[in-house]
């Protein structure tokens, strides 16, 4: 019998439009950062989100960390973030000296849960980080009300998110500062990418500053008449998105609508065929907010070997991960906290393929292999009207 062909845990979708593009910045001859496809990706990030300011990062770990600085982090204050993610967050935290902590998430979103935030707050806390988790948007309206009640910031890393909606509003402007990434397994790619949105206006120029260095555009001043020397006013870094990158990036945000259709077309066939499958439980999407399903994460039952279920699937060609990380137990956080409830989920998740080229019968191929799975490798009883 014929093997069928791999259907792999990711897939970009770039394409020839992405290419004509990077052609054009090619004979451009301004193939570096914060040049014109710079600019006119910011114009649109800003546009699109209906922000005061976009910059344009070299991924969304270096957003974060603008992020941070821009609010004014000092060694030693606490940020809450949610455990539950690609830890990002907490090293961002990290990277100012500054102390993570961790807030435990809700077990049917993964996303932080706003009672442990708010349980969480002492005098030295300064700011939260919350997650889109995976593509879903976190409670921002409760987070908001406990940040304003105690004079905190508020940053979303919606790393994930980028096309999901939170009571009618864009993810990733759903707090006062927003990290995107546009890395080749996010919804929208430069292959890497980043950008920070947000809604002081000082924010953002804060963040461009430092994003290069600590001084303005050198594409800008080579425009410039005469020979004004720039200053280094600040310790910055080179944290700048290519025009190359832009340029794709410009392309690939005219998209989402249509990628992240056939992502819900995916996630809609899942769900509909796991729906019913005992030793697993599918993604839930509060009413109030749509997912931009970064990734299609079931939780298996207590009673199933997880390794053994993603060994099979493996075997058969078929991609899989574990979806997120519990950031609590993390070697170099060294936390004594307890977050059980993203433990558990770090435990028993399990991610599928899911990107905009996967084809019906290759999601039901994943839902055959996977449903088959977790009946070998479950320890529960699955004989009806047994005892317990
Ligand atoms: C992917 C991811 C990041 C990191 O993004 P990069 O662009 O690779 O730096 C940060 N936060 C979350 C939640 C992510 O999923």
Known sequence: METPPPVPLVHASLGEKELAAVAEVFSSGWPAGQGPRGKALEAQLAERYEV????????C?????????ALGVEPGDEVIVADYTFPAPAQAVRYVDAVPVFADVRADTGTVDPRSVADLITPRTVGVIAV??????ADYGQLQTIADRHGLFLVEDAACAVGATYRGRQAGALAEVGCLSFHGRKGATSGEGGALLARDPRIGADARLRSSFGIGSIFD????????IPEFTEIGYNYKLSDIAAAILQVQLGRVDELLARRNAVAA?????????EL??????????????????VTLDAGVDRSAVAAELRGQGIGCGQGAWATHVQPVFRSR?????SADLFARNLAVPMHAELTPDQVERVVNALRGAVRTHSTATRSTGGAA
Do not use: I
């Open 269 to 277: 066939q899942y769900t509909e065929l796991l729906a019913d499958e």
């Open 61 to 69: 770990g270096a957003a974060l960390h603008l992020a941070l600085l």
């Open 337 to 341: 906290q307890k977050c059980p409830v």
């Open 280 to 297: 697993l439980t599918v993604p839930f999407v509060p009413e109030d907010r749509t997912h931009a399903w970064q990734s299609y994460v």
């Open 221 to 228: 001043m080579g425009k410039v008449v005469g020979l004004p």
């Open 52 to 59: 005061a300011d976009a910059v344009a990062a070299s991924n």
């Open 132 to 137: 889109d988790t995976l593509g879903v948007p």
